[in-house]
């Protein structure tokens, strides 16, 4: 009769596998965040390389046209047609079929445009925002239809239709959109014919597109739609406050990034800007001749 050997194998005691357990959950503790934070600087990077498209879409215009696109086009002062700066690009940033198809005489929410309001257009999106799109768009008959309504979503009340996202707005300078639309004194606004030599603050000081976040909302990359609730901030931005400050409204710059927000400069590079940043420096690189003297930006 075979004996039992004294080196059989035995299994784990449970202080043992308690132990492998809490080993196991101590690395994956540890990893997580590291593969959040590969995934997000993923994430920015594509961010970053969406707005250096933007960026050579403008210099490209500029060079054909000689001037950037305005803020948004405008008839006679009736806020339509209304398409933007962003749809001006569209030729210069392998997107001329989509513009060949709109018909850029009409308003945006003309019922010939209504295929293209929810076409979503990656470029246009930062992959770190997690807002929809399509998405409601608010109507300004509510009652939290001011970009400034502080904490207020601008989509928070009487919806119109549903609209694609746009994580990318042009600079409207530092000033209140809504207080004078047609007279910025950043890059963008309606009817500009903005130079680049009109930049006279400095090419590398001066912002001309800048990322926002779709916390207090959704922008648009279309352009003016009447009845929509803060409808000039909708695809322009203000530096009333510095990025993603908790004061913040919708007009201004924000981003889901950890530390600051992109922007496009006038020289067509591309920087991350600091929640940090100075506000009278931060608002002096909106400002296209603000003959204002910056130190640094960060």
């Known amino acids: 009769?075979?004996?039992?050997?004294?080196?059989?194998?035995?299994?784990?005691?449970?202080?043992?596998?308690?132990?492998?357990?809490?080993?196991?959950?101590?690395?994956?503790?540890?990893?997580?965040?590291?593969?959040?934070?590969?995934?997000?600087?993923?994430?920015?990077?594509?961010?970053?390389?969406?707005?250096?498209q933007f960026a050579l879409a403008a210099s490209n215009y500029e060079s054909a046209y000689k001037q950037l696109p305005a803020g948004w086009t405008d008839f006679r002062r009736s806020t339509k047609p209304g398409w933007s700066w962003g749809t001006a690009?569209?030729?210069?940033?392998?997107?001329?079929?989509?513009?060949?198809?709109?018909?850029?005489?009409?308003?945006?929410?003309?019922?010939?445009?209504?295929?293209?309001?929810?076409?979503?257009?990656?470029?246009?999106?930062?992959?770190?925002?997690?807002?929809?799109?399509?998405?409601?768009?608010?109507?300004?008959?509510?009652?939290?239809?001011?970009?400034?309504?502080?904490?207020?979503?601008?989509?928070?009340?009487?919806?119109?239709?549903?609209?694609?996202?746009?994580?990318?707005?042009?600079?409207?300078?530092?000033?209140?959109?809504?207080?004078?639309?047609?007279?910025?004194?950043?890059?963008?606004?309606?009817?500009?014919?903005?130079?680049?030599?009109?930049?006279?603050?400095?090419?590398?000081?001066?912002f001309i597109i800048g990322e926002r976040a779709s916390r207090f909302g959704g922008s648009i990359w279309h352009g003016y739609i009447e009845e929509t609730a803060a409808a000039p901030a909708r695809f322009l931005g203000t530096t009333d406050h510095v990025p993603n400050s908790r004061s913040g409204h919708f007009d201004d710059f924000s981003s889901f990034h950890t530390g600051g927000a992109n922007f496009v400069l006038g020289d067509c590079s591309v920087h991350m800007i600091s929640n940090n940043i100075r506000l009278d420096v931060y608002q002096a690189m909106a400002t296209r001749s603000g003959g204002e003297i910056l130190t640094s930006h960060q």
Not at 4 to 9: A, F, T, V
Not at 25 to 30: A, E, K, P, R, Y
Request: hydrophobic share 35%; proline share 6%.
């Open 89 to 206: 690009l569209f030729p210069f940033m392998e997107q001329t079929a989509l513009a060949n198809q709109i018909d850029l005489l009409s308003p945006i929410d003309h019922p010939r445009n209504a295929p293209f309001l929810t076409v979503s257009i990656p470029t246009f999106m930062c992959p770190s925002d997690p807002g929809r799109t399509p998405f409601l768009l608010g109507s300004e008959d509510h009652d939290h239809a001011d970009s400034h309504d502080e904490d207020e979503n601008v989509d928070g009340g009487e919806k119109l239709f549903e609209i694609s996202k746009a994580n990318y707005v042009g600079v409207f300078g530092s000033e209140d959109i809504e207080n004078d639309p047609y007279n910025g004194n950043g890059t963008f606004y309606g009817n500009s014919r903005i130079r680049f030599r009109d930049l006279s603050d400095g090419l590398s000081n001066t």
């Open 1 to 52: 009769m075979k004996t039992r050997s004294s080196s059989s194998l035995r299994g784990f005691t449970l202080v043992e596998l308690l132990v492998v357990i809490a080993i196991i959950g101590i690395l994956v503790g540890l990893l997580l965040p590291a593969v959040q934070a590969a995934r997000e600087a993923a994430r920015r990077m594509q961010c970053s390389n969406h707005m250096r």
